[in-house]
């Protein structure tokens, strides 16, 4: 029976300026909305004490099916800013919160940052955003300690525009984390060295990002968001069995039926690495290891 061993992994992301938003309330304090949950405990790093983070995509969700509900924008309403990601549904939600509240800033935490398409190529940044279901481009961003630092810099400015009283905090806070994922990517070169160059087989292609950072090659086992053809699928079983890969990476939010059936046919196990996972830090580190010990030589 296939194994299938779970782990977490990270997220985050944009910067589009807004109109007036309504200052942060002596005794509410300033409530912050994103899209996804890497990016509520970052937001929640920088301004902890002084605000409250509300998340569009809830755990569990998946956001490639992620379709705003009058709840969901409920849920949001009380927001003074918006920081987003790039993330697809981001293309449905962000008109519907422009247009029933204008108020809210809209900051774009990914503006200007180098974009991969899905096929794991540089894509210019002055495209847009594309749809991870059509061929477009890669959002997972947050999966790049550097990228991700650069993030955070963008929270921090708009947290300290909309809150001049909490500026310096955010500024040390922005600092500490950065300091911190600058640690974390020295880090994961050191734990990766030995693999670098390795291939590395996943359903979804979500982490292209973290694969061109640390010198590996992603191999979809998925095209463009459906199940692969019988040509490629057939491609891709041949390399995987021709180079004795011992594990294909997988994420919660899809069906494991096709990927299972790939661990039958190749023996190789499933391991669930979540894109989506809060802990940003810790699930990068942890998918380094994770990463290293399916490839390393035994």
Known sequence: MTTVRIMMVLALAAVAGGCSSPEPGAAGGLTVAVSILPQQGLVEALGAGRLTVVTAVAPGQAPHSFDPSPRHMGTLAGAS??????????????????????????????????????????????????????GGLDPHLWLDP????????????????????????????????????????????????????????????????????????????EQGGIDPSPRHLAEVLGRIKAQGARAVFVQPQFSLGSAQAVARDTGVELVVLDPLAPDVIGNLRAMAHSIREALDDR
């Open 146 to 221: 550097v990228l991700l630092a650069r993030m955070v810099e963008v929270m921090a400015a708009g947290l300290a525009e909309l809150d001049p009283d909490g500026a310096a905090l955010y500024a040390a806070r922005r600092d500490s984390l950065q300091d911190e994922l600058a640690r974390l990517d020295r880090e994961i070169r050191d734990i990766l060295a030995p693999v670098k160059g390795r291939e590395v087989f996943v359903f979804h292609p979500a982490y292209g990002y973290f694969t061109q950072a640390y010198g590996l090659r992603q191999t979809a086992i």
């Open 81 to 134: 800013v918006f920081f987003a990601c790039g993330a697809p549904m981001e293309n449905q939600l962000l008109p519907r919160l422009r247009g029933s509240y204008p108020r809210m800033r809209i900051v774009d935490t990914a503006a200007g940052l180098p974009r991969l398409a899905l096929d794991g190529h540089e894509h210019d940044h002055g495209d847009g955003h594309g749809h991870e279901d059509s």
